[in-house]
């Protein structure tokens, strides 16, 4: 390999110093050139990297943590590369998602990956709600001074729905978090591990239901309650007890026991 395109100039350069010294200094291959790519010159630098490859210099693209392009640097690269006729090849490595669901114990047959959360608030809690209404498990990654405020969210919009959560998956301070939103929040901040990278298991509705509340059976039980104590509170009623998120809940309001609005 004689260049590498990396997020971080630094960290790559103590991996490859710690890699050196692992094989042996009289076994090592010269250390490659490094180049800095991320997020904020990934651009410029692409077209450099391109014109390398196509004057055939091996180039190695790697990112701070886990896999390069998931929600990393790299993909105008490989893009560009892939329109030139480039040949790409992925080296297996560590990944987060993978690592984080091989050891979760919520349902994960089905799941989508969401990646990064939008940042303002307003849209973070407009996104979980859309995340939080399906029945599929969410992955996310949060960063560390927004990862309270984001189970905070989930413990308003679906109290009862579980979480699993990685910190420093795969590194020397790796840990796991299992419980409510509530239960993991206040743990992380007993334990002022509120710090590091985080990934994010959300359990869907079809797990939190737990199979004993249909769309049917939660039309009736709305109609019902929505009777006794109005729409609004029947949706609150409900969320509590099946893990689904209140404006879920009180959509299916407006639409009545037989699905039409």
Same mark, same amino acid.
């Given at each position: 390999m004689q260049l590498i395109a990396c997020?971080?100039?630094?960290?790559?350069?103590?991996?490859?110093?710690?890699?050196?010294?692992?094989?042996?200094?009289?076994?090592?291959?010269?250390?490659p050139r490094l180049l800095a790519c991320h997020e904020h010159n990934e651009e410029e630098v692409a077209e450099y990297l391109l014109a390398q490859l196509a004057a055939g210099v091996d180039i190695a693209l790697v990112s701070d943590a886990g896999t390069p392009l998931v929600s990393d640097p790299g993909f105008r690269l490989v893009r560009?590369?892939?329109a030139r006729g480039i040949r790409v090849r992925p080296v297996p490595g560590a990944s987060a998602v993978q690592a984080l669901l091989s050891v979760c114990p919520l349902p994960a047959e089905r799941f989508h990956f969401e990646g990064f959360l939008p940042a303002r608030a307003g849209k973070r809690r407009s996104r979980l709600e859309q995340l939080l209404a399906g029945n599929d498990l969410a992955v996310l990654f949060e960063a560390p001074h927004r990862i309270i405020e984001t189970l905070d +969210?989930? /413990?308003d919009l679906a109290p009862e729905r579980r979480v699993f959560l990685g910190r420093e998956i795969t590194k020397k301070y790796e840990c796991f978090y299992?419980?409510?939103?509530?239960?993991?929040?206040?743990?992380?901040?007993?334990?002022?591990?509120?710090?590091? +990278?985080? /990934?994010?298991c959300v359990e869907g509705g079809a797990g939190a239901a737990g199979g004993g509340f249909d769309e049917a059976r939660l039309r009736r039980a709305l109609a019902t309650l929505g009777?006794?104590?109005?729409?609004?509170?029947?949706?609150?009623v409900l969320a509590q007890l099946t893990g689904r998120t209140r404006s879920e809940l009180y959509a299916l309001v407006a639409k009545g026991t037989d699905g039409t609005a």
């Open positions: 997020e971080d100039t630094r960290r790559t350069g103590n991996l490859l110093q710690l890699a050196g010294a692992a094989v042996g200094a009289e076994q090592a291959s010269p250390r560009q590369a892939h +969210e989930v /413990a299992h419980g409510t939103a509530a239960e993991v929040a206040a743990e992380l901040t007993e334990t002022d591990a509120v710090r590091g +990278e985080f /990934a994010l009777d006794l104590v109005g729409p609004s509170k029947a949706a609150k």
